[in-house]
């Protein structure tokens, strides 16, 4: 399945699993696993080294000795988001203890439920986005996010997707520059913003590198469409200087890559700046559920992510089905996340899955692409 940032060929899922000595255990997952491995397995060593005989409840004691410890080299990225992974890990285990969900550990919803939408779109044509769309609708979902494989090609999907759906389905388009190895010119980023609006999207997501801040201010000053961002940053402090100055009109984290510690403080900021939160979750229903989790107790959470992909982590992970009704997920009520781990899936599903390079972004040699397409 391709994107303009690369093809997805498998999809990696990096689980964490923190045990107590009762034998209980919780589930975390790290997003950044999808995109590379050693690094990962070394990472989880290293912390679980540190975290050796801390209480099960002190949990953002755990989330200090891990920071402070690492402080010369780990200010954001991979080390954060094996934190991140660990942390949500850590309130599974605390919830699966005390009987109660997560949501009440964060201090309890302020909703009974909470938007999600689906997303895949990873298609190069408008009969397979329609196809998939259509199964979103008939599992609960009005709202559905698709990628960005061509500049050129994504207006005339958009297009059909609208003329098949009308407004029954809320659209999300992803650029996918924030993980793109050769990513468009500014320019190209601010045209086609200017050619969705017409198409009542409800955000465009990621239209420059994460670190190109300009970029996003040029396409925020462009277009009267929400501009999202940033899956990849995952603390509050690397996220200050985009809301002090305007560079997102909706504050997007990834709660696998943030952790709940983490992603606390970054949707309080937002909501002290007054900007929505948009919940990325790209991986399998661990991610999802701490999204559910999250969102429920954020006063400035719109919506949380559900990852679209046909993989079968995610029924066998979960405890009971996931039902999504209109759109929306309850309130969960299951001890912890909700989720089962077996020890069977360590031999069918080992990690990494394949020894073949990850091709989800594309490191072929391409030019820049300048003019209007």
């Known amino acids: 399945m391709n994107t303009v940032g690369g093809v997805v060929e498998n999809m990696d899922i990096a689980i964490i699993r923190v045990t107590s000595d009762t034998g209980e255990y919780g589930l975390g997952e790290v997003t950044f696993g999808q995109f590379c491995y050693d690094p990962i397995l070394g990472l989880v060593k290293h912390f679980k080294n540190l975290l050796i005989g801390t209480s099960v409840s002190k949990i953002n004691k755990g989330w200090n000795v891990m920071y402070n410890s690492s402080i010369f080299w780990n200010r954001q990225g991979l080390g954060i988001g094996v934190m991140g992974g660990i942390n949500i890990a850590m309130y599974d285990l605390l919830g699966k203890t005390l009987g109660l969900p997560v949501h009440q550990l964060l201090g309890g919803a302020v909703r009974d439920r909470i ?58 388009v992803d650029a996918v520059q924030g993980s793109c190895s050769t990513p468009w010119s500014n320019a190209i980023s601010k045209k086609l913003a200017k050619e969705l609006e017409p198409f009542n999207i409800l955000w465009f997501e990621e239209p420059c590198r994460v670190e190109n801040i300009n970029g996003y201010l040029e396409v925020r000053q462009a277009t009267n469409l929400n501009i999202a961002g940033a899956e990849s940053i995952s603390t509050a402090r690397e996220f200050r200087p985009y809301i002090e100055r305007n560079a997102f009109g909706i504050v997007q984290f990834d709660i ?21 939160v948009a919940i990325h979750s790209w991986g399998s229903i661990i991610s999802i559920m701490a999204g559910v989790h999250l969102g429920l107790v954020l006063p400035n959470c719109t919506k949380t992510e559900y990852c679209f992909m046909d993989h079968p982590l995610n029924d066998l992970l979960s405890v009971q089905n996931v039902r999504v009704v209109n759109g929306y997920l309850s ?33 072929e040699e391409r030019e820049i692409q300048l003019a209007s397409y």
Do not use: C
């Not at 696998?256 to 929505?276: C, M, R, V, W």
């Open 256 to 276: 696998a890559s943030s952790g709940f510690t983490e992603g606390l403080k970054i949707a309080s900021l937002a909501d002290t700046y007054n900007y929505p």
């Open 115 to 172: 938007g999600i939408y689906a997303s895949n779109g990873l298609f190069n044509n408008p009969e397979s986005l329609i196809a998939d769309a259509k199964r979103a609708q008939s599992m609960g979902f009005n709202a559905y996010k698709m990628r960005v494989v061509h500049p050129e090609t994504i207006i005339s999907q958009v297009e059909s997707f609208r003329k098949e759906f009308g407004n029954e389905i809320d659209l999300i």
């Open 331 to 363: 309130e969960p009520q299951l001890p912890g996340l909700g989720v089962v781990f077996n020890e069977e899936l360590l031999d069918k599903y080992p990690y990494p899955f394949t020894s073949d390079k990850n091709t989800m972004i594309s490191m």
